[in-house]
């Protein structure tokens, strides 16, 4: 702050839960943009074949929103005006190459829609039946 520096940006895998509940949850970064095959397609076996999308999370740094959830008071999301289902865990979505490409394509598809709706995920919720990427509009950050 004594620096001015209001803003971090930078991405993460959407298929990684644990880093989207950290990112969202933990330090109250939102995000509103989903970016396709950043890296591109890559021969490592961390990105498994599948291609690299990312999505691009904003750390307002004096925001209310950070401001309580650096302090531990932001309650889980529980409720959200829309969400994104994941089938999976804290630990991350997991199946065969085809499963995998086919749960990423959704996600992009479903994600890209509301963005271009003014929305932005505000919360990562996990269910017994899996995770959901919890949506609000930007007013709400």
């Avoid at 890559?42 to 999308?53: A, E, I, K, Q, V």
């Avoid at 925001?63 to 309580?68: E, F, G, N, Y």
């Avoid at 979505?93 to 271009?116: D, H, K, P, Y």
Wanted: glycine share 8%; aromatic share 10%.
């Amino acid at each position: 702050m004594r620096r001015d520096i209001r803003r971090i940006e930078w991405t993460f895998d959407p298929l990684e839960t644990k880093n989207a509940h950290f990112n969202i949850n933990r330090l109250g970064a939102i995000s509103r943009a989903y970016i396709p095959n950043f890296y591109g397609i890559t021969t490592s076996p961390l990105h498994r074949g599948l291609p690299t999308d990312r999505l691009l999370v904003e750390w307002h740094l004096d925001s209310p929103r950070v401001i309580a959830a650096i302090q531990d008071l932001t309650p889980d999301p529980k409720m959200c005006p829309a969400h994104v289902h994941l089938p999976g865990d804290e630990k991350g979505v997991s199946g065969t190459v085809g499963e995998l490409i086919e749960i990423q394509t959704g996600l992009r598809n479903s994600l890209t829609e509301w963005f271009a709706k003014s929305y932005a995920i505000l919360g990562v919720r996990f269910t017994r039946m899996g995770v959901d990427y919890c949506l609000g509009p930007y007013s709400d950050f």
